[in-house]
T-cell receptor, first 115, second 111 residues
Framework: ETGVTQTPRHLVMGMTNKKSLKCEQHLGHNAMYWYKQSAKKPLELMFVYSLEERVENNSVPSRFSPECPNSSHLFLHLHTLQPEDSALYLC??????????????FGSGTRLTVV | AQSVAQPEDQVNVAEGNPLTVKCTYSVSGNPYLFWYVQYPNRGLQFLLKYITGDNLVKGSYGFEAEFNKSQTSFHLKKPSALVSDSALYFC?????????FGSGTRLQVQP
């Protein structure tokens, strides 16, 4: 375990379903991130939260909705997804960038399949 | 925007031979550069980073990387490859509030 836990590990959902991905860290980090990893594509940054406030949103479709209730938890709420949204969704956490220990710790990811 | 490029989709090397995985960067200002490794169905694991200081950075599992400002490169190296090093390797650069990753290089170490 890296200290960042993602649940569920695998998720199959229909296009009309609503589901949520969960990420939890107990490393004392104050920034959390969602990335999407699709086959043969670079990791795509989706959302950034720093001190529980969203600071970056890379033009992600509204069918993806993040939530960060506190510095230890991050959610990604999913609704009316498309088959092309099938991917590995990775959560990461870090200290602030200007600290000596800056760098990401990743979870193992949620493998999402949209049918 | 800051960016990194990994010019090789795949690198093949025989066990025991030295390996190099290439990364070049494009940044304004001083770069924060990272290498991560990903094993199948897992998240990315930190290998090493360059913030400032010595151009040769040593990291986990015997890996090291050399920061070369004149060539804008940050190549990952290991003197003697192991079959267990076979994985997907990502170079990354800090870009505003987050890391931007390269497209990844698959390293295959043959016994």
């Amino acid at each position: 375990e890296t200290g960042v836990t993602q649940t569920p590990r695998h998720l199959v959902m229909g296009m009309t379903n609503k589901k949520s991905l969960k990420c939890e860290q107990h490393l004392g980090h104050n920034a959390m991130y969602w990335y999407k990893q699709s086959a043969k594509k670079p990791l795509e940054l989706m959302f950034v939260y720093s001190l529980e406030e969203r600071v970056e949103n890379n033009s992600v479709p509204s069918r993806f909705s993040p939530e960060c209730p506190n510095s230890s938890h991050l959610f990604l709420h999913l609704h009316t997804l498309q088959p092309e949204d099938s991917a590995l969704y990775l959560c990461a956490s870090s200290q602030e960038w200007n600290t000596p220990n800056y760098g990401y710790t990743f979870g193992s990811g949620t493998r999402l399949t949209v049918v | 925007a800051q960016s990194v490029a990994q010019p090789e989709d795949q690198v093949n090397v025989a066990e025991g031979n030295p390996l190099t995985v290439k990364c070049t960067y494009s940044v304004s200002g001083n770069p924060y550069l990272f290498w991560y490794v990903q094993y199948p169905n897992r998240g990315l694991q930190f290998l090493l980073k360059y913030i400032t200081g010595d151009n040769l950075v040593k990291g986990s599992y015997g890996f090291e990387a050399e920061f070369n400002k004149s060539q804008t490169s940050f190549h990952l190296k290991k003197p003697s490859a192991l079959v267990s090093d076979s994985a997907l390797y990502f170079c990354a650069v800090r870009d505003r509030e987050a890391l931007t990753f390269g497209s990844g290089t698959r390293l295959q170490v043959q016994p």
